[in-house]
């Protein structure tokens, strides 16, 4: 069981936005402003696609946003395109992960 | 450009042991803590451990403490995972990968498969 709770799915067509969410408590992402989001695709490395909340690193598209409220962070992904289709994974300081979230594009 | 590529997976039996190297490129990598994770098999993404850049603390997953081992290399810009009385659940991708801090992982290697199985 994974210590931070992600949907196990979502979907949305081209074009379209898509939030998903990322529930933890008060001792990880409720206390520290330290939340990324990884990007997986089959049979490759994660990467890097959100960090310190909301912090996009140089190369991701500003399709990808990201913020948190209390216990709860959420990634949302806009414009949808057909290369979004990927495993997404967030994460809170001290090191713990959600159980990924299968995004498909319709 | 920021490489990892790590080395050392294979097949091994229960109770067996195996040691992942992982090579860096692209960046001091004394400057930097650096960390193993791991991924079972259709399963999500899990900490095993980590190393400070000098090499002079260390943390570990607490269900592995005395099997794993994590240590490193600054002369030869490597790190290291020694893994002893492997079990089936140990098995998964290994990935190490770079930490920029708060355990937020910038840079990973490809992964390197490790298999436990009689």
């Known amino acids: 069981q994974s210590a931070l709770t992600q949907p196990p799915s979502a979907s949305g067509s081209p074009g379209q936005s898509v939030a998903i969410s990322c529930t933890g408590s008060s001792s990880d992402i409720g206390r520290y402003n330290f939340v990324s989001w990884y990007q997986q695709h089959p049979g490759k490395a994660p990467k890097l696609i959100i960090y310190d909340v909301s912090k996009r690193p140089s190369g991701v598209p500003d399709r990808f946003s990201a913020f948190k409220s209390g216990n709860t962070a959420s990634l949302t992904v806009s414009g949808l395109q057909a290369e979004d289709e990927a495993d997404y994974y967030c994460?809170?300081?001290?090191?713990?992960f959600g159980g990924g979230t299968k995004l498909t594009v319709l | 450009d920021v490489q990892l590529v790590e080395s050392g997976g294979g097949l091994v039996q229960p109770g067996g042991s195996l040691r992942l190297s992982c090579t860096a490129s692209g960046f001091t990598f004394s400057g930097y803590w650096m960390n193993w994770l791991r991924q079972a098999p259709g399963k999500g993404l899990e900490w095993v451990a980590n190393i400070r850049g000098d090499g002079r603390e260390e943390n570990i997953l607490d269900s592995i403490k005395g099997r794993f081992a994590i240590s490193r290399d600054n002369t030869k810009n490597s790190l290291y995972l020694q893994m002893n009385s492997l079990r089936a659940e140990d098995t998964a991708v290994y990935y190490c990968?770079?930490?920029?801090?708060?355990?937020?992982?910038?840079?990973w290697g490809q992964g390197a498969l490790v298999t436990v199985s009689s």
């Open positions: 994460s809170s300081f001290p090191g713990v």
């Open positions: 990968a770079r930490n920029i801090g708060h355990e937020t992982f910038d840079y």
